[in-house]
């Protein structure tokens, strides 16, 4: 167990809705990825925030928005969902912004129907 | 920017044979490179990272910045060597992570 939880473990939604992904990082951890596995594009970098501010961003659509609040754990809304959006969506924990090993949860699998 | 290039989604061989898995990077800092894993139905979990120089379940990794590679190798392999292995960089605040590469260990 690395410490990192991630809720729920499925969705099942159905297109143009709306969805939280709950991410709850190891305790002490102050940086928060999220991540998007799909079959073909493999591990896609999201965004990140360290302690309640964000700190870099990958290939986030518009339509997806993130937060960490003052308790450390985080959240990842995503709007008006489309098929494509149908992965393995996973959070990751760190201790220091982008230099320390990550610990993976065990993610959230999302399906749009 | 930074990319992590891994050339093979999937990769098979046969127990006891070699294993090299490869990774190239992209970056104009100085990186921290990582190899990552995730046995099936189990969560990613670190594997190694190149400044620790080590070596886990018979794995390393030498980093090489004149070809900026990060090739992961193991002289012979293991049926429960069979996963998913992610090739990542660290640098300028982001984790980068490869495409992933099956590796498929044939008894």
């Known amino acids: 167990d690395s410490g990192v939880t991630q809720t729920p473990k499925h969705l099942i939604t159905a297109t143009g809705q709306r969805v939280t992904l709950r991410c709850s990082p190891r305790s002490g951890d102050l940086s928060v990825y999220w991540y998007q596995q799909s079959l073909d594009q493999g591990l896609q970098f999201l965004i990140q925030y360290y302690n309640g501010e964000e700190r870099a961003k990958g290939n986030i659509l518009e339509r997806f928005s993130a937060q960490q609040f003052p308790d450390l754990h985080s959240e990842l809304n995503l709007s008006s969902l489309e098929l494509g959006d149908s992965a393995l969506y996973f959070c990751?924990?760190?201790?220091?912004?982008?230099?320390?090993?990550?610990?993976f949860g065990s993610g959230t699998q999302l399906s749009v129907l | 920017a930074q990319r992590v290039t891994q050339p093979e989604k999937l990769l098979s061989v046969f127990k006891g044979a070699p294993v090299e898995l490869k990774c190239n990077y992209s970056?104009?800092?100085?990186?921290?490179l990582f190899w990552y894993v995730q046995y099936s139905r189990q969560r990613l979990q670190l594997l190694l990272r190149?400044?620790s120089r080590e070596s886990i379940k018979g794995f390393t990794a030498d980093l090489n910045k004149g070809e900026t590679s990060f090739h992961l190798k193991k002289p012979f392999a293991q049926e429960e060597d069979s996963a998913m292995y992610y090739c990542?960089?660290?640098?300028?605040?982001?984790?980068?992570f490869g495409i992933g590469t099956k590796l498929q260990v044939i008894p």
């Open positions: 190149h400044i």
């Open positions: 990542a960089l660290s640098g300028g605040q982001k984790v980068t």
């Open positions: 990751a924990s760190s201790g220091q912004g982008g230099d320390e090993k990550l610990f």
């Open positions: 970056y104009s800092g100085s990186p921290e």
